[in-house]
């Protein structure tokens, strides 16, 4: 079992939480985890641009004068790339760089991503989150008081608090859903800081058919 601290809103330890890494993947898979960020960074990519080769140029294709006799260079139709109104020589195409995974494959990824930040120390739970109105200077207050001086993702159970509203303004911090967790996120970041309750529901659903991963699977 792996104890997760538990901070108040002045940093100071009020407790701690298990995590059963069995059921998050019992070790940290590296290429598993590589492969999820991957395909997710690859999924986010977009191929608007598209331009007109010779094919693709509305056009005659009639040659704009005789092979010889004309003492200029040789030239073909009027699309061709070295005229203006051509076609490209290597025109741009749509491409999809999308990839896919198996879903258990994604949610092992989720969950083993959770268990890496576990094992390094980079998860900050607090016991609660209200700050009753926005106010970025004390949400960053907060942020120093739980020694977060890196980039931190900030997950909780409503984006619509106070708090939500006052991490948005902050620089290398950004707001998600606990129930919006993965591996492209959690790697994206050194620190996650994370509301107890909503993120002992979370963990509470994403292991709920889980079953222990023992020695011997993990090692095969």
Known sequence: MIEIPVYNLTGTQTGTVQLDESKLGGEVRH????Q??????ANRRHTNQVTKSRSDVRG?????????????????DKKANILRGGGRAFAKTAHSWRQDMPTKMRKLANRNAILAKAIDGEIKLVEGLELG?????????????????????????????????????LENVSVTLVDR?????????????????????????????VKEVTAEEVAA
């Open 133 to 169: 109105a926005p106010s970025t200077k004390k949400f960053a207050g907060v942020l120093g008081a739980l020694s977060i001086d890196r980039t931190c993702l900030v997950a909780l159970g409503d984006t619509r608090t106070a708090a939500a509203k006052s991490a948005h303004n």
């Open 36 to 41: 999820a960020f991957v395909r997710s960074h």
């Open 181 to 209: 967790l993965n591996v492209f996120d959690l790697l994206n970041h050194r620190y996650l800081v994370a509301e107890k309750s909503a993120f002992e529901a979370y963990i509470a659903k994403t292991t709920a058919s």
């Open 60 to 76: 005659s294709t009639r040659k704009l004068y005789k092979q010889k006799g004309t003492g200029n260079a040789r030239r073909g």
């Open 31 to 34: 290429i598993l985890l590589k």
